[in-house]
Protein backbone atom coordinates (compact mmCIF):
# COMPACT_ATOMS: atom_id res chain seq x y z
CA UNK A 1 0.00 0.00 0.00
CA UNK A 2 1.57 3.54 -1.41
CA UNK A 3 1.19 6.28 0.79
CA UNK A 4 2.26 9.84 0.27
CA UNK A 5 4.71 10.93 2.91
CA UNK A 6 3.38 14.19 3.78
CA UNK A 7 0.00 12.29 4.88
CA UNK A 8 2.15 10.04 6.72
CA UNK A 9 3.41 13.05 8.71
CA UNK A 10 0.83 14.65 9.15
CA UNK A 11 -0.80 11.49 10.75
CA UNK A 12 1.77 10.68 13.55
CA UNK A 13 2.03 14.44 13.90
CA UNK A 14 -1.31 15.02 15.23
CA UNK A 15 0.33 15.06 18.87
CA UNK A 16 -2.76 17.38 20.42
CA UNK A 17 -4.60 13.96 20.44
CA UNK A 18 -1.38 11.79 21.20
CA UNK A 19 -0.22 10.20 24.61
CA UNK A 20 3.59 8.80 24.16
CA UNK A 21 4.42 6.02 26.86
CA UNK A 22 8.10 4.40 27.22
CA UNK A 23 8.69 0.51 27.84
CA UNK A 24 11.40 -1.71 28.40
CA UNK A 25 11.13 -5.10 28.38
CA UNK A 26 13.79 -7.38 30.06
CA UNK A 27 14.11 -10.88 28.00
CA UNK A 28 15.17 -12.63 30.78
CA UNK A 29 12.53 -12.24 33.32
CA UNK A 30 9.48 -11.19 30.64
CA UNK A 31 9.14 -8.15 33.47
CA UNK A 32 8.17 -4.95 31.48
CA UNK A 33 9.06 -1.31 32.92
CA UNK A 34 6.79 1.21 32.03
CA UNK A 35 6.81 5.32 32.04
CA UNK A 36 3.53 6.60 34.06
CA UNK A 37 2.22 7.68 30.37
CA UNK A 38 2.32 3.98 29.41
CA UNK A 39 0.63 2.75 32.43
CA UNK A 40 -2.16 5.32 31.81
CA UNK A 41 -2.48 4.07 28.16
CA UNK A 42 -3.66 1.06 29.72
CA UNK A 43 -5.88 2.11 32.00
CA UNK A 44 -4.05 1.88 35.14
CA UNK A 45 -2.33 4.32 37.66
CA UNK A 46 1.95 3.92 38.26
CA UNK A 47 2.05 0.83 40.66
CA UNK A 48 -1.33 -0.68 40.09
CA UNK A 49 0.34 -3.38 38.22
CA UNK A 50 3.10 -5.18 37.94
CA UNK A 51 3.61 -5.18 33.54
CA UNK A 52 4.44 -8.55 31.91
CA UNK A 53 4.62 -10.35 28.81
CA UNK A 54 1.28 -11.74 29.57
CA UNK A 55 -0.03 -9.20 30.92
CA UNK A 56 0.80 -6.72 27.72
CA UNK A 57 -0.98 -9.49 25.63
CA UNK A 58 -3.57 -10.16 27.65
CA UNK A 59 -4.92 -6.34 26.95
CA UNK A 60 -4.31 -7.11 23.49
CA UNK A 61 -7.75 -6.82 21.16
CA UNK A 62 -8.30 -10.42 20.77
CA UNK A 63 -7.91 -9.98 16.77
CA UNK A 64 -4.48 -8.17 17.57
CA UNK A 65 -3.49 -10.28 19.90
CA UNK A 66 -1.95 -12.93 17.46
CA UNK A 67 0.13 -10.91 15.45
CA UNK A 68 1.19 -8.72 18.16
CA UNK A 69 2.58 -11.95 19.91
CA UNK A 70 4.81 -12.77 16.36
CA UNK A 71 6.09 -9.16 16.67
CA UNK A 72 8.18 -10.03 19.93
CA UNK A 73 8.93 -13.12 19.75
CA UNK A 74 10.89 -12.09 15.91
CA UNK A 75 12.15 -8.96 17.78
CA UNK A 76 13.24 -11.23 20.70
CA UNK A 77 15.39 -13.18 18.21
CA UNK A 78 16.44 -9.82 15.18
CA UNK A 79 16.62 -7.11 17.62
CA UNK A 80 16.00 -4.96 14.64
CA UNK A 81 13.87 -1.74 14.97
CA UNK A 82 10.26 -2.98 14.61
CA UNK A 83 6.93 -0.95 14.22
CA UNK A 84 3.48 -2.21 14.83
CA UNK A 85 0.03 -1.08 14.92
CA UNK A 86 -2.61 -2.33 17.11
CA UNK A 87 -5.58 -2.66 19.47
CA UNK A 88 -5.81 -2.74 22.87
CA UNK A 89 -8.76 -3.26 25.62
CA UNK A 90 -7.76 -0.89 28.79
CA UNK A 91 -8.31 -1.75 32.12
CA UNK A 92 -11.74 0.09 31.96
CA UNK A 93 -12.91 -1.87 28.80
CA UNK A 94 -11.98 0.99 26.57
CA UNK A 95 -10.83 -0.02 23.08
CA UNK A 96 -7.68 1.97 22.39
CA UNK A 97 -5.85 2.32 19.11
CA UNK A 98 -1.58 2.37 19.89
CA UNK A 99 1.37 2.26 17.45
CA UNK A 100 4.46 0.54 18.96
CA UNK A 101 7.90 1.39 17.93
CA UNK A 102 10.93 -0.24 19.15
CA UNK A 103 14.22 -1.92 18.65
CA UNK A 104 16.44 -4.61 21.07
CA UNK A 105 19.78 -4.00 23.01
CA UNK A 106 22.32 -6.05 22.76
CA UNK A 107 24.80 -7.69 25.26
CA UNK A 108 28.51 -6.08 24.95
CA UNK A 109 29.97 -9.52 25.73
CA UNK A 110 27.54 -12.14 24.45
CA UNK A 111 25.74 -10.22 21.90
CA UNK A 112 22.40 -11.57 22.50
CA UNK A 113 19.50 -9.63 22.85
CA UNK A 114 18.63 -8.88 26.16
CA UNK A 115 16.08 -6.21 25.77
CA UNK A 116 13.14 -4.53 23.84
CA UNK A 117 13.17 -0.53 24.47
CA UNK A 118 10.67 1.46 22.40
CA UNK A 119 7.54 4.11 22.61
CA UNK A 120 3.25 3.49 22.73
CA UNK A 121 2.10 6.26 20.85
CA UNK A 122 -2.07 6.10 21.41
CA UNK A 123 -3.55 7.42 17.83
CA UNK A 124 -7.25 6.28 19.28
CA UNK A 125 -8.15 10.11 18.58
CA UNK A 126 -6.48 10.14 15.09
CA UNK A 127 -8.83 7.13 13.68
CA UNK A 128 -11.99 8.04 15.03
CA UNK A 129 -11.90 11.37 13.62
CA UNK A 130 -11.47 9.68 10.90
CA UNK A 131 -13.18 7.08 8.67
CA UNK A 132 -12.51 4.24 10.96
CA UNK A 133 -10.91 1.64 8.33
CA UNK A 134 -9.08 4.46 6.24
CA UNK A 135 -7.63 5.79 8.74
CA UNK A 136 -6.30 2.59 10.38
CA UNK A 137 -5.06 1.52 7.04
CA UNK A 138 -2.80 4.73 6.87
CA UNK A 139 -1.62 4.40 10.41
CA UNK A 140 -0.12 1.14 10.15
CA UNK A 141 1.21 1.83 6.96
CA UNK A 142 2.82 5.15 8.25
CA UNK A 143 3.81 2.84 11.61
CA UNK A 144 6.12 0.91 9.06
CA UNK A 145 7.60 3.65 7.07
CA UNK A 146 7.97 5.75 9.97
CA UNK A 147 8.71 3.91 12.48
CA UNK A 148 12.11 5.43 13.13
CA UNK A 149 10.56 9.33 12.94
CA UNK A 150 7.92 8.31 16.08
CA UNK A 151 11.11 6.80 17.83
CA UNK A 152 12.50 10.16 17.22
CA UNK A 153 9.88 12.17 18.56
CA UNK A 154 9.72 9.81 21.80
CA UNK A 155 12.89 10.62 22.76
CA UNK A 156 12.78 14.79 22.17
CA UNK A 157 9.45 14.43 24.54
CA UNK A 158 11.83 12.48 27.11
CA UNK A 159 14.81 14.74 26.99
CA UNK A 160 12.86 17.94 26.50
CA UNK A 161 9.37 17.07 28.44
CA UNK A 162 7.83 18.93 25.40
CA UNK A 163 4.81 18.44 23.23
CA UNK A 164 4.47 15.47 20.89
CA UNK A 165 4.02 18.62 18.08
CA UNK A 166 6.96 20.57 19.42
CA UNK A 167 8.85 17.16 19.23
CA UNK A 168 8.14 16.86 15.63
CA UNK A 169 8.51 20.53 14.89
CA UNK A 170 11.88 20.97 16.31
CA UNK A 171 13.07 17.31 14.16
CA UNK A 172 11.52 19.09 10.95
CA UNK A 173 13.30 22.60 11.42
CA UNK A 174 16.65 20.59 12.34
CA UNK A 175 16.07 18.75 9.19
CA UNK A 176 15.46 21.78 7.18
CA UNK A 177 18.81 23.77 8.67
CA UNK A 178 20.94 20.84 8.41
CA UNK A 179 19.88 19.93 4.86
CA UNK A 180 19.73 16.13 6.50
CA UNK A 181 17.14 13.79 5.73
CA UNK A 182 14.26 13.69 8.04
CA UNK A 183 14.40 9.92 8.61
CA UNK A 184 18.24 10.33 8.46
CA UNK A 185 17.92 12.60 11.47
CA UNK A 186 15.49 10.42 13.06
CA UNK A 187 18.12 7.39 13.04
CA UNK A 188 20.89 9.69 14.80
CA UNK A 189 18.26 10.82 17.52
CA UNK A 190 17.46 7.78 18.25
CA UNK A 191 20.53 6.13 18.17
CA UNK A 192 21.51 8.72 20.65
CA UNK A 193 18.52 8.08 22.95
CA UNK A 194 19.24 4.49 23.22
CA UNK A 195 22.67 4.90 23.74
CA UNK A 196 21.74 6.53 27.21
CA UNK A 197 24.15 8.02 29.48
CA UNK A 198 25.13 11.40 31.24
CA UNK A 199 25.53 12.88 27.80
CA UNK A 200 22.71 11.91 25.88
CA UNK A 201 20.86 14.77 26.05
CA UNK A 202 23.46 17.10 25.05
CA UNK A 203 24.25 14.93 21.96
CA UNK A 204 20.65 14.88 21.21
CA UNK A 205 20.66 18.73 21.73
CA UNK A 206 23.64 19.32 19.51
CA UNK A 207 21.90 17.04 16.35
CA UNK A 208 18.72 19.35 17.13
CA UNK A 209 20.61 22.72 16.87
Known amino acids: MSVDDHAIEQA ?6 QQIGQY ?18 HGFEPGDVVPTTTLVLAHKHPDDRERVRQVLDEARLSGEPFSSVHRIMDAH ?6 VVVGQGRRDRETGEVTELVGYFVDVTRTVTDNAQER ?9 ETRGTIEQAKGVVVAAYGVHPDEAFARLKRASNNRNV ?18 DSVEHVDALLR
Not at 12 to 17: D, E, F, Q, V, W
Not at 24 to 41: A, M
Not at 93 to 98: D, K, M, S, T
Open 135 to 143: ARHDIAAAA
Open 24 to 41: RLDLSTGVWWWSPETYRL
Open 181 to 198: PLRELARLVVHEGVRGGP
Open 93 to 98: GGERFL
Open 12 to 17: LARGAH
